[in-house]
């Protein structure tokens, strides 16, 4: 049954990332495009907008199907993670918790599912499982996390400063 129950999550937050992903990249299911998303990207005021935005939504599109499949793990994961930790400080945190209000309550739950998923591995239903593929752990599991928080923090770093209404005029 827990191969059951792993093969359910990671399929399920797998598709929902990669589809978020795919609204960016190819603007499928009223998303933005890459032309929309790099724009957006440019409001965020991550610099430069253009890679950072192709790093993002590809991110979520193969960290997602990658997720999905159960195929290289934990990668998927951290990849989704570096994208929802992204979007929860440059968006979501100045507007709360509840996603009603535009908050991270929709990101935190992805997070914690991506990263309870790369602790516990993808299970027996996985390409993983089935190409005989297993990743060192936890080498890989401590150089991700630090791949993690460095690409997180020059993500973030790279923002330039706010401009105020009163530097404007």
């Known amino acids: ?27 499928w299911w009223s998303g933005p495009g890459m ?39 934990p990668l998927g994961s951290f990849a989704i993670a570096g994208s929802m930790l992204v979007a929860i400080a440059t968006v979501h945190l100045p507007r709360g918790f509840w996603v009603t209000k535009g908050g991270y309550e929709f990101n935190l739950s992805i ?19 089935v190409l005989n593929i297993s990743l060192p752990e936890p080498v890989t599991l401590i150089v991700l996390t630090i791949a993690l928080i460095v690409g997180v923090a020059v993500t973030l770093g790279s923002r330039r400063a706010e401009v105020s209404q009163a530097q404007v005029a």
């Open 1 to 27: 049954m827990t191969a059951v129950g792993l093969l359910i999550l990671r399929v399920t937050i797998g598709l929902i990332v990669a589809a978020h992903g795919a609204q960016k990249l190819f603007g």
């Open 111 to 129: 997070l914690a599912a991506v990263a309870a998923l790369a602790l516990i591995g993808p299970g027996a239903l996985s390409l993983d499982r």
């Open 35 to 73: 032309k929309g998303w790099v724009q957006m990207v440019e409001k965020l005021r991550i610099r430069p907008a253009r890679p950072w935005a192709w790093v993002a939504a590809l991110a979520e599109l193969v960290g997602g199907l990658m997720l999905a499949t159960g195929l290289l793990s």
